[in-house]
């Protein structure tokens, strides 16, 4: 099988990203392609504030949203290759007093692995009905409710049922949220303290943090809208896969907001293509090669579609098995996600690429026709 030929890439991904320009399906983007760890093609475009005409610059600072995730388990398995935290060990070891229980009253035990791979029958506010139990206790998704802190949603959410019997389903959750408690509760400190001297300040990624030093560089966040996107003010509700979710912009901007494992950091794509490159490239200098190759392995099984047909879930991110039932040009063993902020990347290590595409616009940026047609132009 002879590999994709990435040389007219650039043209074609400039085309994607003036296509959904022009259409007003997004406001700003930074794209950026790295290719056998070298940066073929890096693109800002639009605006990173339309209404003051502020232009989108390369080193302009997202609310990252999901892409929280990959840094936030990264750091967790730097714990696991150190012995001092245990994939299989019981989220009770640490939070005793979180026990979700099942429709009949029992309470399950939900171990690391089940938080990491979305498997503990934990669930999101924003994928359950508008009457569901986490819309009645008020969990926060991590996307809203500035100032509120871990404990307090940890004791919501822990009074909601669980979808399903630990390791019998697949649905994606707060799991990363319990898991950055975890974390603070086995070092004693917060978890933004953490993720930074685990992952990020050796990575060198300086702007990628719990919150904001420059505020300048924040783009500004916008929602889907007709004829154009609409600026995102807090508690604004964005509809996505028939139910929608809860946005505060200000959140990241609250120092009292709990730091959310799951959707709570801010960074640029230079931070995060620098991430990607390092897993891509085997895990130096942040986790060992062997670490990797486990994040990157299917832990749940295609049945669970973590982003349609072919794809399972490994630990951090979706893991492509097989290719053929979605069409995509990716290989087996990519590695992807995205933020609902209006993000995706992916890893695809069989053809050497990172590929990053921040954008300020949900949900477009994240599950319109955007991220597809960036991976579209990349493989031509």
Known sequence: MSLPDFSHAPARIDAAIDKALAEKHIVGAVVLVAHDSEIIHRRSAGYSDRE???????DAIFRLASITKPIVTAAAMRFIEDGRLDLHAPVTQWLPDFR?????????EITVHHLLTHTSGLRYSFLEPADGPYHKLNVSDGLDQPGLSLQENLSRLGAAPLAFAPGAGWHYSL??????GILEQLEGRSLAEIVRQKVTAPLGLADTDFAVRDKARLAEAYADGDPEPVPMTDGMQVPIFGTAACFAPSRILDPKSYPSG??????????VLRFLEAIRAGGAPILDPRTVEAMAADQVGTQAETQGPGWGFGYGWAVLVDPAPTGTPQAPGTLQWGGAYGHSWFIDRANGLSVVALTNTAFEGM?????????????G
Do not use: K, Q
Not at 262 to 271: F, H, K
Not at 367 to 379: C, D, K, L, Q, T
């Open 367 to 379: 599950s319109g026709a955007f991220p597809a047609e960036i991976r579209n132009a990349v493989y």
């Open 100 to 108: 979700p229980a099942l429709p009949d009253g029992s309470t399950p």
């Open 175 to 180: 799991g990363l949220d319990v898991l950055g």
């Open 52 to 58: 003051t005409r502020t232009p989108m610059n390369e």
């Open 262 to 271: 799951g959707a709570g950091m801010a960074g640029t794509a230079g931070d």
